[in-house]
């Protein structure tokens, strides 16, 4: 983790059951100083709704070669290219070519984050999942985040349910076109 970091832990009860993912779990999620709080929320949520065996997440800013979460397989293959935020198209490009999938989770507009990929070349962008959160939904998280939290996520029929610190969330998991 990097030096100058905030350390966040989040002990995760996840009851995902449009996946039919269920488990519990320990997360220390570090917030570096050049990071934003909306960006780390939505990492945490990324890593949640694509949780699986082999996910983690990457080395951070000092890794510029990786996602910002990704899943490996036992022969440390990467087969799940998880970004966040707003990447650019060469990132989605390169990730799409490695990973055998591809996801990207937003907490920006998700229209503005698209057009930025417009009439750029992206490896199989079609097969892209590219999902965003209600207005204010990360938000209004961040503001219940503290060094040390408990989170329930549930997922049923694409709404999140999200208790996070006895503040209780919901959103719907809109799911966008990549252009």
């Known amino acids: ?14 009851a995902d059951v449009d996946r039919g993912v269920y488990d519990d779990f320990t997360l220390r999620v570090a917030l570096h100083p050049s990071e934003t709080a909306p960006y780390m929320v939505t990492r ?11 996910i ?3 080395e951070g800013i000092s890794s510029t070669d990786e996602p910002a979460v990704l899943v490996r397989d036992m022969t440390g293959t990467i087969t799940a290219w998880i970004e966040v935020g707003a990447p ?3 990132r989605l490009h390169f990730g799409s070519k490695l990973a055998g999938r591809v996801a990207v989770y937003t907490h920006r507009d998700p229209a503005k984050v698209s057009a930025a990929w417009a009439g750029k070349r992206i490896h199989n962008s079609s097969d892209i999942v590219f999902r965003s959160f209600d207005a204010g939904f990360v938000d209004d998280a961040v503001a219940a985040v503290e060094r040390r939290n408990t989170m329930t996520l549930s997922v049923t029929e694409g709404q999140l349910y999200l208790e996070l610190n006895g503040t209780t969330l919901t959103s719907e998991l809109h799911t966008h076109e990549v252009a």
């Open 44 to 54: 945490l949520l990324a890593y949640c709704l694509e949780f699986e065996e082999g």
């Open 1 to 14: 983790m990097a030096a100058g970091a905030t350390i966040h832990t989040f002990a995760v009860q996840l």
């Open 88 to 90: 650019d198209a060469a």
């Open 56 to 58: 983690a997440f990457s």
